[in-house]
């Protein structure tokens, strides 16, 4: 009995693995796959309803006489209306008494100092009043000695020329003291003074600095940097091309991208007269008014101009592809039909080109997955010429061969 259980349990797990088995060996039915584009002459023709279309945009071919130009540009201060205040003599920070942000009057004192250096030149100026005051004595007492002749005329105008002499060096000394803020006695306070009305944009000291004057230079940030910001520089880096559109008087479109919404415009004051040899490029100056103060120095914006061109049809620079040593855009000349067309461009950047041949205004171009169409378009032409070649002819010896019995 054991062995007949056995015997059908086996005869019914072989019947188990046949059916699985069996159910696995049935055909998968084949997918439907799109049509392939179609080579047709010069035209690339896609059938309709191909998944490649909708990837292929299209823009009208326009005339235009003028192409909008964008370049780099970046705002500084406005070095018209900007003083850099260094100390004229070495000396210790005492005291600050202002601070960014802060509007001050011509004259004012930013920051006191101690400077032994300064204090030599109020003692020169102290001295040298001192000394005209003692030439002036010698000067009476000789002319009372002249008019009871006493003494020689030379004498009298030698101590004449004397006197002339210290009112010189008294007034040079009390210039040169003056003209640092220092008074009339020897106090050794400088005070580093506004020579304009404007804004304290920077501050770079604190109380107890050290300064000298030959810290001064360029790369060296003043203590001090006064500026009016109703008024800004636009630095533009201008291509070789453009720098005719950007004379001395022309207004050009300041885009700032933190500001999207803002209007701005500026006016060319000059450019350069070298290109720069590491970018090739040449710098162009501009001045925009900033009444609210809503532009801020060392922004990075772009200046934007129109450059009349005189003629041409304008596409998009993404249409166009180089196809060799030649520039090619396609052009849609019916649905789902494309075929390439060489162009001659007088003009390009990186969004817009113009072209003086090659196409006509109202042609649709590709304008987006250009490089897709133009792979699809090699593809095309290679499996178009492979099919169109000869087949191989049998060699002759494979010909004359003796055949086998």
């Not at 059908?8 to 699985?20: E, G, K, N, Q």
């Not at 964008?70 to 500084?76: K, V, Y």
């Not at 944009?201 to 009016?228: K, T, W």
């Not at 003009?347 to 490089?371: F, I, P, T």
């Amino acid at each position: 009995m054991a062995f007949l259980r056995f015997n059908l349990a086996f005869s019914l797990l072989a019947a188990a693995v046949m059916l699985t088995l069996s159910g696995c060996s049935e055909s998968v039915p084949p997918t439907s796959e799109a049509a392939s584009a179609v080579l047709q002459g010069n035209q690339l023709r896609f059938p309709a309803g191909h998944p490649q279309l909708a990837l292929l945009t299209t823009v009208d071919v326009r005339p235009s006489t003028a192409v909008a130009i964008d370049l780099p540009a970046r705002l500084t201060w406005n070095e018209s209306r900007t003083q850099r205040i260094f100390p004229a003599f070495a000396g210790r920070v005492t005291a600050i008494r202002a601070d960014v942000g802060q509007s001050v009057k011509a004259g004012a004192v930013l920051a006191q100092m101690a400077s032994p250096d300064f204090g030599q030149a109020q003692a020169d100026a102290a001295r040298a009043a001192v000394d005209a005051q003692l030439t002036q004595k010698s000067l009476a007492r000789q002319k009372e000695l002249l008019s009871a002749g006493v003494i020689a005329r030379k004498d009298f105008e030698q101590a004449e020329a004397e006197a002339a002499r210290a009112q010189t060096e008294v007034a040079r000394a009390q210039a040169r003291s003056k003209l640092y803020g220092g008074g009339n006695g020897v106090n050794q306070q400088l005070g580093l003074v506004s020579g304009i009305n404007g804004i304290v944009v920077e501050r770079n000291l604190n109380p107890g600095q050290e300064l000298r004057p030959d810290q001064s230079g360029v790369g060296v940030p003043a203590p001090f940097v006064v500026s009016d910001p109703t008024s800004l520089w636009v630095q533009i880096d201008a291509r070789e091309r453009d720098v005719g559109s950007l004379r001395a008087g022309s207004t050009f479109d300041l885009v700032v991208p933190t500001l999207p919404n803002e209007k701005f415009v500026g006016k060319v004051i000059t450019s350069g007269d070298a290109i720069d040899p590491t970018t090739r490029t040449i710098k162009v100056r501009g001045e925009v008014a900033n009444p609210d103060r809503r532009l801020k120095a060392e922004m990075l914006a772009t200046a934007r101009l129109e450059r009349h061109l005189g003629g041409g049809l304008v596409i998009p620079a993404s249409a166009v592809v180089l196809r060799g040593t030649q520039h090619t855009a396609f052009v849609q000349t019916a649905p789902g039909v494309f075929e390439p067309r060489e162009v001659r461009l007088t003009y390009q950047d990186s969004k817009q080109a113009v072209v003086a041949r090659g196409l006509e205004a109202g042609d649709k171009v590709v304008s987006e997955n250009v490089l897709l169409l133009s792979r699809q378009f090699a593809l095309s032409q290679e499996t178009s010429e492979s099919k169109e070649l000869p087949p191989v002819a049998a060699s002759k010896d494979v010909k004359d061969a003796p055949k086998k019995p």
